[in-house]
């Protein structure tokens, strides 16, 4: 089983990036699908997640309407598009699966983890 994720790199602030996840090894179409963030010294911290159909999203407070959360099961791939990047959200970003159908904002409910992807955003 193995998370890849990808497309992170340095932005100015305002500017945008579009993160990726490819699944391998499994299906992870029946399960809710993260993106966390670590920033360092702090601790991992929910950003976005999506329900296994899709049909149900949450955000953090802080990049709500700015990111957006999306999968395509048929490719068995997630994406995490991030628009006016701000300073504050540097951090390497994981993408995840969840133990269930139902999203959930808590560390303990995702058993794969991608390797991570650095997100720089200058100001």
């Known amino acids: 089983v193995q998370l890849q994720a990808s497309g992170g790199g340095l932005v100015q602030a305002g500017g945008s990036l579009r993160l990726s996840c490819a699944a391998s090894?499994?299906?992870?179409?029946?399960?809710?699908i993260a993106w966390f963030r670590q920033a360092p010294g702090k601790e991992r911290d929910f950003v976005a997640g999506i329900s296994w159909r899709g049909g149900s999203t949450a955000y953090a407070d802080s990049v709500k309407g700015r990111f957006t959360i999306s999968r395509d099961n048929a490719k068995n791939k997630m994406y995490l598009q991030m628009n006016s990047l701000e300073p504050e959200d540097t951090a390497v970003y994981y993408c995840a699966v969840a133990r269930s159908s139902s999203i959930t904002r808590s560390l303990s409910g995702y058993n794969y983890w991608g390797q991570g992807t650095q997100v720089t955003v200058s100001s």
């Open positions: 090894g499994f299906s992870s179409e029946t399960y809710a």
